[in-house]
């Protein structure tokens, strides 16, 4: 290398940078073109070496990370991200063109990793740590962030600060990203910077912070060891903030007393995808900024990053229908620079440019500006990594998946859909539901648009980073996905802690199509429930149990044994549900009364999956649940939310007449019946969308209007609540309907008859013309032929 001007002394080139930013990238290329060093070292793990070449691959495309995780606790992990624009992935790229050797310096991952295990209140690598050195936006919980004894500084604040402005990231832009790329001395913003740190350094220190310290003085070993083996044509790639102390003439032995005795863990590392978004996440990872898509504009646009921003800008626009035309980009552009001339800045930067935007495309609104925010300024940037880069046999089987299935990562948040009788969409949801298993949450089901059956399904996915952790973390479970979610699921049968837990892993074992793994599920759900003698936790359970039984038909799954297991729990909670509900206070009664909704529901099902033949052994269930609610609903030691639901679910199945349940109605109502309790009734009856039924029968409505006119001022602000809490759930529609015929005064007309003279479209007959009219669109909806839809219709 010549000469020792600039960014280097004795020959040792030291490039202190900002990580991710797209001027220290750029300015590194440069003075690596420069000074031609025989060796670039690197702020990174020293075990990641091995990777290195991986960068070359056509294959890899950043934003990527490296990431270490321990071998026997995979979720202590660290990730060293790397974008196109940062200055380290430059350096890597430089060194692989030009055949010279590059390495990583820091502090090995086996230590980093083990940094604090064990010991009492120190921080854990969980998530995404910050091994590397980060300046611009120092968090508490980032070793480099540099710290005296009672004050953590921000390095960009405080120069920001001593230049006159509030803004470290405008400071930064103006010094540094809108810097000349042709100025004569390549090496100038190096020395700049490395009298800054050392200044900041003399004033503030690094105080009690051992981290640095120790990584210091790791790094100055390595850079010694390669100025034995290259000599002085050695170049240095590293935080700004380290630069002073690996300037720094000390004893080799102070340093390696520094190393002495730091605890390990035994690390694997590989490369994994990176996302723009997470890069501007600050969480346990200081490098957050704030605008990854604006850096990666900056550094790969050729020329007139400006005019080149808008034109994105408005293509984004107009890929949402929004009216953009050339004008308005001119007009943009000219608004930006005007701007930049007016704030005193070199040219326009990002404050600039979204002003403009906001003012020229988006009329001033900032709602159509946050979609360039998390469309561009952030982005949904995910890298790739080649096949051949290091990776669990879990997740090689997870890839080889991915792409049988054609479902492929992407950071972008977006829905799919899925027809289960199709084969390709099947294996789709048997690998989502897998991984939900293994707690990998890529996909997380949504309510299916259109369709309320089982043979569909929808899925919002979302590729994060932090996932390939817990890929690691689950290929303890197997090296397969199949295998690895039937292990899971066996483990985490054994350990439930309830047995709505059991039954609710029963039925993700069918959705994820687990046949192994059921007969475990199934012996622990049988002896869960054998021993349960709470109706509370055996109607809680019932639901998820029956719910599974609506997936065999679909799936091809034998559900026999689960038939068999939800029939006994039914049973048990028939016997057991009577007596539990007696004795209740106002919160257990709420809770029970749910419990009660469940197990209509459940029984349902049930009914309908088991058969109702006489050789089915399940087809009297139905009308045992009903006898069940005759015994609730004619008990005074039942609460009254409970007795006015039971009589409504009756009510519902046909097993009441309305003049019967007008009856029951008026004797609760009687002046007699406390009013909490006959409020507790009404909400117990009509609740929970019974609004129509108070529509539809004026008598019932009469019997309530009536009860509530007749109640003290005295009671009325206590029962209230209860009305208040009834009626506010009912549909806008039901709620203005109900107040018209309140107004009209209910009752004086009964039946449907008397609607009709009060509400259009009622009559008191069917009227068969019109009925038929709608006859084609429902063959459209359902999907019937002429035959079946008269089925349904009788």
Known sequence: MAGTEGGRGAGLLLLGVRHHGPGSARAVRAALEAARPRVVLIEGPPEADALIPLAADEDMRPPVALLAHAVDEPGRSAFWPLAEFSPEWVAIRWALEHEVPARFIDLPATHTLAWGRGTEGAEEPTGEEAPTGEEEQPDP????????????????????????????????EDVVEHRGVGERDVFAPFTALEEAMGALRETYGVGGHDRDLVREAYMRLQVRAAQREFGDDVAVVCGAWHVPALRQRTAVAADRALLKGLPK???????????????SRASGYGAGIDSPGWYGHLFGAPDRPVERWMTKVAGLFREEDRIVSPAHVIEAVRLAETLAVMRGRPLPGLGETTDAVRAVMCEGSDVPLSL????????DVLGEVP?????????????????????????????????????????????LHRLRLLRVEWGEPVAARGSTGTFREAWRLRWEPELAVRVAEAGVWGTTVFAAATAKAEADAVGAQSLADVTALAERCLLAELPDAL???????????????DVGHLAQALPALVRSL????????????LTEVAAGLAERVFVGLPPACTALDTDAAEEMRRHVDAVQGAVALL?????????????????????????LSARDTVPGVIRGRAL???????ELGPDEAARLMGLVLSPGTPPADAAAWIEGFVGGGGGLLLVHDERLLGLVDAWLTGVSAEAFTDVLPLLRRTFSSYEPGVRRTLGELVRRGPGKQVGTAATAAGIPGFAAELDARRADAVVPVLRLLLGLDDNELVGVAG
Not at 265 to 279: F, G, M, N, S, Y
């Open 141 to 172: 919980s980032d070793p480099d962030t540099p710290s005296g004894p009672d004050l953590r500084v921000d390095p960009l604040a405080v120069l920001a600060e001593a230049a006159g402005y509030d803004d470290p990231e405008r400071w930064w």
């Open 550 to 561: 609506r997936y065999g038909d679909v799936r091809g799954t034998d559900t026999g044994a």
């Open 387 to 431: 096949p051949g880069a290091p990776a669990v046999p879990l997740q090689r089987d997870l890839d080889r998946l991915q792409r049988r299935l054609r479902i492929k990562p992407e950071a972008l948040e977006r829905e799919l859909e899925l027809d289960l009788r199709k084969e390709t969409d099947a294996g789709r949801s048997r690998l």
């Open 372 to 379: 360039v925010h998390d469309r561009l300024v952030v982005g």
């Open 519 to 533: 007969p475990v599920v199934m012996k622990v759900l049988a002896d869960r429930a054998a021993l349960d003698t």
């Open 648 to 654: 409504r679910l009756l009510l519902d199945e046909g």
């Open 607 to 631: 009914g309908d999956a088991s058969g109702t033949g006489p050789g089915s052994g399940h087809g009297d269930l139905r009308n045992r649940w009903r006898a069940v609610l005759r015994t």
């Open 265 to 279: 863990v035994k690390a694997d590392l590989t490369w994994v995808p990176w996302t723009h978004r997470r890069l």
